[in-house]
């Protein structure tokens, strides 16, 4: 038996072996031609990977162009999910760096290209920064009712990134509608880090990012018309005179425990400038929390002098 198998296998030895040889290049053949190489283009995020602990990478570049080859089979079995790009910062120190992508495919992939080919990495040292909150008030209580008391959980809150960005954040504020309330209500309000044009600063983070606010509104307004007085004062060895304010009275609203306590309004301090003969300008008032008024300007006028210089007595 075993030696009619090994005839069987010495028959037309020469044959099978061209037959064989055919086959594997015909194979080929079909495989280049059926499954051939093409290029393929995915979009994969960008991962920051070993940042120092004690430094906090800045880069504006969120995701990479790959170019990759690969049997078309292969295209289109993957997509941009099965490939990972990474900026390595491992030894690297404070300030600015350019890294190229380290990208990781699926096996069969060849790399051609990313784009782009290199990306900026800031390291940034972390800082923070105490900053007092802001409330910006929008719409308007029911007619009937007022605002008594607004108040925070905490006055302060605190600012957390790079000390480049922490440094560009002009203030932080949350808004309160009070649009149609008519009773006190407490809610959560969201902080905002912006930068002195208003716009919100990105790699910040405001701890906490919310905050409790209880308002306090109560039935029943009340008002009453009462005196404007300016704070305006003038250089060292000057005086102010004919001190006038237009609207020299003002109509306030508000709740009726807080409008019997106010007896004057009063503007924000404001020194007039050295050399300034005559003074004319516009003053915010210091409208106290609870209180409305149509309007939180004044203008104020006055004329600045010298002040007259003591003549010290002769002596006969």
Sequence with gaps: MRTQIINLFRRNLLKKLIALVAAFLMWVYVMADQDPAIDGSYTVPLTISNAPYDLIPICDEKVIQVSARAPRSSVVKYDANAFRVYANLEGLGEGD????????????????????????????????????????????????????????????????????????????????????NTSSFEMQIPMRAVDAKENPVSGVRVVPSVITVSVDIESGVKKKIVPVVSELTAPDGWELTKVTVEPAQIEITGAESVVNAIVTLKTEPFTVQTGQKNFKGSLELVVPEGVTVKSKEVTVSAEVVRKPVAKEPTSN
Excluded: C, W
Excluded at 98 to 117: A, D, H, K, N, W
Excluded at 145 to 170: D, H, L, W
């Design 97 to 180: 760096h350019q890294i190229t992508p380290q990208v990781v495919m699926p096996q069969g992939f060849e790399l051609i290209e990313t784009y782009p080919s290199t990306v900026k990495v800031k390291l940034d040292s972390a800082t923070e920064r105490q900053m007092f909150i802001e409330l910006i008030t929008t719409g308007a209580v029911a007619p009937d009712s007022a605002i008594r008391e607004i108040r925070k959980s905490m006055e302060a809150v605190t600012v957390v990134g790079p000390k480049n960005f922490v440094e560009q954040v002009a203030r932080v504020y949350s808004m309160i509608n009070f649009s149609g």
